[in-house]
């Protein structure tokens, strides 16, 4: 399967400067630019930052960014999902998954997320995928915003929906082991039947026991 990309971009004005939404950027454009210290929900900046950059050399793979002139303060990442997850287990090439999200905390509030996630769905080629991304409550930033488990989710819920994610049911382990826990799907208009019955199967694969 080819993974043809196309740019798209917007300003958005918050009360503590202008960003630049864009994406997907290529690899050796990201490495230029400065990822801001703030940036540590998954892994220490620098690592991530190397992660992003590598991540966005990948074929599949799509990075879109928060931009305050040349540091990044926010990014979402696509890409195959991880070998080790269940959502692997499939021949589906345009199966991707939504990684990671994160915007420095600073600029929280100001749509940042709900814009990356437009932007990202803007590009006509997202209509061939089927874009998953996997909800786990221990990944969530609950101490950070004084959030609880359930208004956390309300948020990611929201955020999500900007993309056109939406919750699907799945009887994967890790997902149902806490009721906020959840998936969150797209499936593109392109997408064929016979694919979202494979879909279907990979979200249910130990429905003979019912
Ligand atoms: C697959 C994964 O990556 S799961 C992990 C997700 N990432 C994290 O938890 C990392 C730490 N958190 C963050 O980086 C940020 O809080 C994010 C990415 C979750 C959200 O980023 P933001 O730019 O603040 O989100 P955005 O402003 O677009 O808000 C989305 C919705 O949530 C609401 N929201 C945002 N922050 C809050 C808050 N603190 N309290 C209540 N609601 C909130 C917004 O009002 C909006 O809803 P609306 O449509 O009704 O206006």
């Given at each position: 399967?080819?993974?043809?990309?196309?740019?798209?971009?917007?300003?958005?004005?918050?009360n503590?400067?202008?960003?630049?939404?864009?994406?997907?950027?290529?690899?050796?454009?990201?490495?230029?630019?400065?990822?801001?210290?703030?940036?540590?929900?998954?892994?220490?900046?620098?690592?991530?930052?190397?992660?992003?950059?590598?991540?966005?050399?990948?074929?599949e793979?799509?990075?879109?960014?928060?931009?305050?002139?040349?540091?990044?303060?926010?990014y979402?990442?696509?890409?195959?999902?991880?070998?080790?997850?269940?959502?692997?287990?499939?021949?589906?090439?345009?199966?991707i998954?939504l990684?990671a999200?994160?915007?420095?905390?600073?600029?929280?509030g100001?749509?940042?997320?709900?814009?990356?996630?437009?932007?990202?769905?803007?590009?006509?080629?997202m209509?061939?995928?089927?874009?998953?991304?996997?909800?786990?409550?221990?990944?969530?930033?609950?101490?950070?915003?004084?959030?609880?488990?359930?208004?956390?989710r309300?948020?990611?819920?929201?955020?999500?929906?900007?993309?056109?994610?939406?919750?699907?049911?799945?009887?994967?382990?890790e997902?149902?082991?806490?009721?906020?826990n959840?998936?969150?799907?797209?499936?593109?208009?392109?997408?064929?039947t016979?694919?979202?019955?494979?879909?279907?199967a990979?979200?249910?694969?130990?429905?003979?026991?019912?």
């Amino acid at each position: 399967m080819d993974h043809p990309k196309k740019y798209f971009s917007k300003k958005i004005l918050t009360n503590k400067g202008e960003l630049i939404i864009e994406g997907p950027v290529e690899s050796a454009l990201l490495e230029t630019y400065v990822f801001h210290e703030n940036l540590t929900s998954f892994r220490p900046p620098k690592q991530q930052h190397k992660a992003v950059v590598e991540i966005a050399s990948l074929s599949e793979a799509r990075i879109i960014i928060a931009r305050c002139e040349n540091t990044i303060v926010g990014y979402v990442t696509y890409l195959y999902p991880d070998p080790l997850e269940r959502w692997s287990q499939t021949t589906l090439e345009n199966l991707i998954e939504l990684g990671a999200i994160e915007v420095i905390p600073e600029f929280r509030g100001f749509s940042v997320a709900k814009n990356m996630l437009m932007i990202s769905m803007m590009d006509d080629a997202m209509e061939d995928y089927i874009i998953i991304t996997t909800e786990y409550y221990w990944h969530w930033d609950l101490k950070g915003t004084g959030l609880s488990v359930w208004d956390y989710r309300k948020m990611m819920e929201k955020m999500m929906n900007a993309g056109g994610l939406i919750q699907f049911a799945t009887d994967d382990p890790e997902i149902c082991s806490h009721p906020a826990n959840c998936l969150m799907v797209r499936i593109g208009k392109r997408v064929t039947t016979e694919d979202i019955q494979a879909f279907d199967a990979l979200r249910f694969l130990q429905r003979y026991m019912y």
